[in-house]
């Protein structure tokens, strides 16, 4: 009964190639979200969806491709990975927008 | 003691004392606050929010106190226990389509 979960928990991959990353809420939750974090823990939002529609966008390369199916998913494309993409990210979700959001369990991405 | 290494600042306490943990948030707009803990290779996880009408508020053994003259947000756990190390991040929102930011983090270490 996990309420974010995203999978997978670990990614190892050579630069270039291109991953995805998926995430589901049960919580009903009409809110989802991208969060990045550095080395140094640092959280940083990438995109957020309401009601499958983009949100937000914070300046992120245009390599990462959000896509919503629904309002419960919020799955996360990279293309032509680089060094500078290995980090740990967080999908979340919230009932109201921006305010009190859960997170899930983090995918730790390492490009090789 | 409270100090500040390479990478995180860190808070040391000994098991069942208080702890203190500090944000000094950037924007005088904010009018929204929430607390997270995220423990090693989890996501992080709400503990306590606060609006901006508010100067304080209390859970189950952490108490917030905002202080929106000085732009100060401050995170009191009673007793602490050697569950609650962890990294505290505060987060700060801008009410609209703005998106929470967190603040850098701060690792509790508690001392059995």
């Known amino acids: 009964d996990t309420a974010v979960s995203q999978t997978p928990k670990y990614l190892v991959t050579q630069m270039g190639n291109d991953k995805s990353i998926k995430c589901e809420q049960n919580l009903g939750h009409d809110t989802m979200y991208w969060y990045k974090q550095d080395s140094k823990k640092f959280l940083k939002i990438m995109f957020s969806?309401?009601?499958?529609?983009?949100?937000i966008n914070e300046t992120v390369p245009n390599r990462f491709s959000p896509k919503s199916p629904d309002k419960a998913h919020l799955n996360l494309h990279i293309n032509s990975l680089e060094l500078g993409d290995s980090a740990v990210y967080f999908c979340a979700s919230s009932q109201v927008s921006n305010e009190k959001l859960f997170f899930g369990s983090g995918t730790q991405l390492s490009v090789l | 003691g409270e100090s500040v290494g390479l990478h995180l600042p860190t808070l040391s306490v000994q098991e069942g004392d208080n702890s203190i943990i500090n944000c000094a948030y950037s924007n005088s707009a904010s009018d929204y606050f929430i607390w997270y803990k995220q423990e090693s290779g989890k996501g992080p996880q709400f503990i306590i929010d606060?609006?901006?009408?508010?100067d304080k508020r209390q859970g189950q053994r952490v108490t917030v106190l905002l202080n929106k003259t000085v732009k100060h947000l401050s995170l009191q756990i009673a007793a602490t226990q050697p569950g609650d190390s962890a990294v505290y991040f505060c987060?700060?929102?801008?009410?609209?389509?703005?998106?929470?930011?967190f603040g850098k983090g701060t690792r509790l270490s508690v001392i059995a």
């Open positions: 987060a700060e929102l801008n009410s609209g389509n703005t998106p929470l930011v």
């Open positions: 606060i609006r901006s009408n508010m």
């Open positions: 969806y309401n009601n499958k529609e983009l949100i």
